[in-house]
């Protein structure tokens, strides 16, 4: 069973920068392609970037040319992809989740990590 976690949220202020790191164990050979999702408070769900092993990745409108999801890499049992955020926002502000998707079965979600845009 896979397992995801998220991690480099944080508080920053309009304009800063954050890198967070999303890291899948359990299978994740299969993995081929991950994703990061945020929902802000009392709205749904969004996606806001994707990868796919050997694509190129896909962005929000909202979020191009400011953020930036790195390609998937696995070594020792690990597969990770990382979300560089320059430039934020105030709307930027949610939790953010990572969500790595195998080639068969279900796909995984983390726990989530809170990016709070503030002065």
């Known amino acids: 069973q896979m397992q995801v976690v998220e991690s480099g949220g944080g508080l920053v202020q309009p304009g800063g920068s954050l ?21 802000a408070p009392g ?8 990868i796919r092993r050997s694509s190129s990745a896909n962005y ?12 998937i890499s696995s070594d020792n ?3 990770t992809t990382y979300l560089q955020m320059n430039s934020l926002k105030f709307e930027d502000t949610a939790v953010y989740y ?11 979600w983390g726990q989530g990590t809170q990016v709070t845009v503030s002065s």
């Open 98 to 108: 990572c969500n790595a998707e195998p080639a068969a079965g279900p796909s995984a």
């Open 19 to 39: 890198r967070l790191s999303c890291a899948a164990s359990g299978s994740v050979f299969s993995i081929y392609a991950m994703a990061w999702y945020r929902q």
């Open 77 to 79: 049992g690990k597969t």
């Open 43 to 50: 709205k749904q769900r969004e996606l806001v970037a994707t």
């Open 60 to 71: 929000a409108d909202s979020v191009k040319g400011r953020f930036t999801i790195s390609s």
